[in-house]
């Protein structure tokens, strides 16, 4: 059975740091980009970073810019998200998905998906 597995999610006060874990099981995730995605309460899901099967990284949106880095570890199978200066607006549900190939702007491209971290930043 293919998954994905994340964790790493919790609560952390506002400028601290979390890294998140994208884990498969099931297949190898070297021939997979890697997306992270995000949702907040109210709110669509919205891409946050990518990673190719060669480590090529696309930024899906501005705000986390600088503040997240996306890498993968092959060996262990699994894909991190490092998240630095958290914010309050990052607070959200922190999805990781799989495609075959390469990163896609298009969120239905992505044919394996987490259930998902909780992410929350306050004071």
């Known amino acids: 059975q293919l998954q994905l597995v994340e964790s790493g999610g919790g609560l952390v006060q506002p400028g601290g740091s979390l890294r998140l874990s994208c884990t498969a099981s099931?297949?190898?995730?070297?021939?997979?980009?890697i997306g992270w995605f995000r949702q907040a309460p109210g709110k669509e899901r919205e891409g946050v970073s990518c990673i190719s099967p060669r480590s090529g990284t696309l930024n899906y949106i501005d705000s986390t810019k600088g503040r997240f880095t996306i890498s993968r570890d092959n060996a262990k199978n699994t894909v991190y998200l490092q998240m630095n200066s958290l914010k309050p607006e990052d607070t959200a549900v922190y999805y990781c998905a799989a495609r075959a190939s390469f990163c896609s702007y298009f969120r239905n491209s992505f044919n394996y998906w987490g259930q998902g971290t909780q992410v929350t930043v306050a004071s």
């Open positions: 099931g297949f190898t995730l070297d021939g997979y980009a």
